[in-house]
């Protein structure tokens, strides 16, 4: 059920950043989205306040039993000036999917899309304009009863930030390497893997700090039970090109269902290529690059959308992907994707949502 939403503007509109030196998920705009919940009245109080410090108890159980989510998605800026969303119905039933692994409430569909356009809306002077940026938007909720005690909130506040972003990775569309982690386990089927929650990026910060120190961007995981099956990379799903053959992890239960692999699915099959969903082990991995029939290894996710793989090391041994160049199928579906998502090319999914 939509609900008015309360707006107090700011009385003082903050200096947009250089598109050109922006540093991603630091520069934040004039205006956030918050809602509160409660058992007894449910959703209520939604209002759009100026950007800043929300005061909350320290006993606040969000701190001390992570009962949170949270979202990815981006706004973009057409050629033609208009602003429009890449499947934000997606990320909004993926949200509402982690929201009931978690224990929280659901939040009404179309009171979110409501929410979030009338937050882009007001700020919307912050998507930016150049090629390449977007405006990132980040829903989370999070538990607010105060109190020690190892049990469901009662209440919580769902918010809506966001902040304006160039690429993702510094190094742009340059191939990337990857470190296979082997010793930490980031989630377990049955755990929650396939909810975007803050614990399952905390449990992966140890292995990521250990890449970076290797000269490594990414971590990718094997599954936590065997050790033996690719599941995902940190911050994206991930697909490799075998002898023609687009392979990717299958979703089962500790993988994240992102949108961007659901939308490169789509497309490739649209575009003839047999694509499978399946467990996939770092084993058969290495006999495809050793038999020379790995060619192309990429990302994806929402914030880098496709970031290709050069190099991904596991054990001592370093496999090299495509002369660590971009390959020629990665490189077709950013251009594929980016193309949609800035209206350069046709939406023939109905993928797009505009803002007005």
Same mark, same amino acid.
């Given at each position: ?12 509109p903050?200096?947009?950043p250089?598109m ?8 934040f705009?004039?205006h956030m989205?918050l809602m509160?919940y ?34 990815g998605?981006k ?12 499947r934000?119905?997606?990320?909004i ?13 659901i ?8 929410a ?24 989370f909720m ?5 109190g ?10 769902f ?7 160039g ?7 340059n ?24 614990g399952n990026?905390a449990a ?22 065997e050790?033996k099956?690719?599941e995902e ?11 023609g053959e ?10 994240l269902?992102g949108?961007t ?6 497309? @490739?099959k649209s575009? +003839?290529y ?7 082990? %770092?084993? !058969? /991995?290495? $006999?495809a690059?050793? &038999?020379?029939k ?6 994806t ?10 190099l @991904?090391?596991?054990? +001592?041994q ?7 160049? %971009?390959? !020629? /199928?990665? $490189?077709?579906?950013? &251009? ?21």
């Amino acid at each position: 059920m939509i609900q008015d939403i309360k707006i107090q503007l700011t009385d003082h509109p903050k200096s947009k950043p250089d598109m050109k030196s922006v540093k991603f998920g630091r520069s934040f705009s004039d205006h956030m989205f918050l809602m509160d919940y409660d058992s007894e009245k449910g959703w209520h109080d939604a209002r759009i306040v100026p950007y800043g410090p929300v005061c909350f108890d320290m006993a606040s159980m969000v701190f001390h039993y992570a009962q949170e989510v949270f979202e990815g998605m981006k706004a973009y800026r057409t050629a033609e000036g208009k602003i429009q969303f890449f499947r934000p119905f997606e990320n909004i039933k993926r949200m509402a999917n982690s929201e009931e692994r978690l224990g929280m409430p659901i939040l009404d569909e179309d009171m979110f899309l409501y929410a979030l356009k009338s937050l882009v809306d007001i700020d919307k002077e912050w998507v930016p304009q150049e090629r390449g940026t977007s405006l990132y938007i980040r829903p989370f909720m999070i538990a607010t009863d105060v109190g020690l005690g190892v049990h469901a909130s009662d209440s919580y506040m769902f918010c809506i930030i966001t902040c304006p972003v160039g690429s993702y990775y510094p190094e742009g569309l340059n191939p990337i390497k990857i470190m296979i982690e082997h010793e930490d386990v980031r989630a377990v089927r049955g755990g929650t893997g396939d909810a975007k929650c803050g614990g399952n990026y905390a449990a992966s910060i140890r292995a990521s700090e250990k890449a970076k120190k290797k000269g490594f961007s990414q971590v990718l995981w094997l599954d936590g039970v065997e050790r033996k099956y690719i599941e995902e990379v940190g911050a994206m799903n991930i697909m490799f090109k075998i002898d023609g053959e687009i392979i990717t992890p299958i979703l089962n239960g500790s993988v994240l269902p992102g949108v961007t692999r659901k939308s490169c699915i789509e497309l @490739l099959k649209s575009w +003839g290529y047999k694509v499978s969903e399946r467990l996939f082990s %770092i084993d !058969e /991995l290495i $006999q495809a690059a050793n &038999d020379g029939k790995l060619e192309e290894v990429f990302g994806t996710g929402t914030a880098a959308v496709i970031s290709p793989v050069g190099l @991904l090391a596991y054990d +001592g041994q370093s496999i090299e992907i495509s002369n660590g160049e %971009i390959g !020629e /199928l990665t $490189q077709r579906l950013y &251009d594929e994707l980016t193309g949609i998502q800035w209206g350069d090319k046709p939406d023939v999914f109905g993928w797009i949502e505009p803002l007005e």
